[in-house]
């Protein structure tokens, strides 16, 4: 059974920093791109950011680059997400993904996996 398993949110003051963990579970972790979403309440799920393991290659979105940085532990088949700079607009549940083609990591339809999300809270 494939699960993709995050963890590390919390509630963290503005400027603050969290790390969220992603750990995969049944599938060949080299042969996927790990990706990050959010969602806030009452907006759409937004691609943040994502890692091909079989590259190394990553992807920020502009909302997060230079504050977030993404790295991936094949020892543990593991992607973390070290979120850094925090504000009340990062406040959301944040998923983590995994689709075989890296090409298309942040396009929802390609996604071949979710976890179940984490809730991350920035208060000002």
């Known amino acids: 059974e494939v699960q993709l398993v995050e963890s590390g949110g919390g509630l963290v003051q503005a400027g603050g920093s969290l790390l969220l963990s992603c750990g995969t579970y049944?599938?060949?972790?080299?042969?996927?791109?790990i990706g990050w979403w959010r969602q806030a309440p009452g907006k759409e799920r937004e691609h943040i950011s994502c890692?091909?393991?079989?590259?190394?290659?990553?992807h920020y979105a502009d909302s997060v680059k230079g504050r977030f940085t993404i790295t991936s532990d094949h020892a543990w088949n593991t992607v973390y997400l070290q979120m850094s700079s925090l504000k009340p607009e990062d406040t959301a549940v944040y998923y983590c993904?995994?689709?075989?083609?890296?090409?298309?990591?942040?396009?929802?339809?390609?996604?071949?996996?979710w976890g179940q999300g984490t809730q991350v809270s920035v208060s000002s």
């Open positions: 993904s995994a689709a075989r083609e890296a090409s298309m990591c942040g396009w929802a339809p390609a996604v071949d996996y």
């Open positions: 049944g599938i060949t972790f080299a042969d996927y791109a």
């Open positions: 890692i091909s393991n079989k590259d190394g290659s990553k």
